[in-house]
Nanobody, 125 residues
Framework: QVQLVESGGGLVQAGGSLRLSCAASGRTFSTTTRAWFRQAPGKEREFVAA????????YYADSVKGRFTISRDNARTTWYLQLNSLKPEDTAAYYC??????????????????WGQGTQVTVSS
């Protein structure tokens, strides 16, 4: 069993920054893609960013490109999402997710088996 726990959400003014963390515990796996998704009230969950665990390649949604950065720690048990230049439209619950099969379909929710419980990010104008 793998557990993912997010932290780092909060309330911030527009233009501010936050750093989200996702810590994985339980059975470890190496060849995976790890990602962040978000869901605003009344909207569907959407892809934000992903990182491949071995090569460290990164992928971003167009809406966050240049403002958000996904990264991982050297021990490969934790990954992060740095949120800069935040906008009110970034307000959402942010979820980390892991794909242990390395399907390559990094923007598809169906690729991810393990999910965190979510952390709320609220950006005030």
């Amino acid at each position: 069993q793998v557990q993912l726990v997010e932290s780092g959400g909060g309330l911030v003014q527009a233009g501010g920054s936050l750093r989200l963390s996702c810590a994985a515990s339980g059975r470890t796996f190496s060849t995976t893609t790890r990602a962040w998704f978000r869901q605003a009230p009344g909207k569907e969950r959407e892809f934000v960013a992903a990182i491949t665990w071995n090569g460290g390649s990164t992928y971003y949604a167009d809406s966050v490109k240049g403002r958000f950065t996904i990264s991982r720690d050297n021990a490969r048990t934790t990954w992060y999402l740095q949120l800069n230049s935040l906008k009110p439209e970034d307000t959402a619950a942010y979820y980390c997710a892991a794909d242990p099969r390395g399907s390559g379909r990094f923007a598809s929710m169906a690729s991810y088996i393990y999910w965190g419980q979510g952390t709320q990010v609220t950006v005030s104008s």
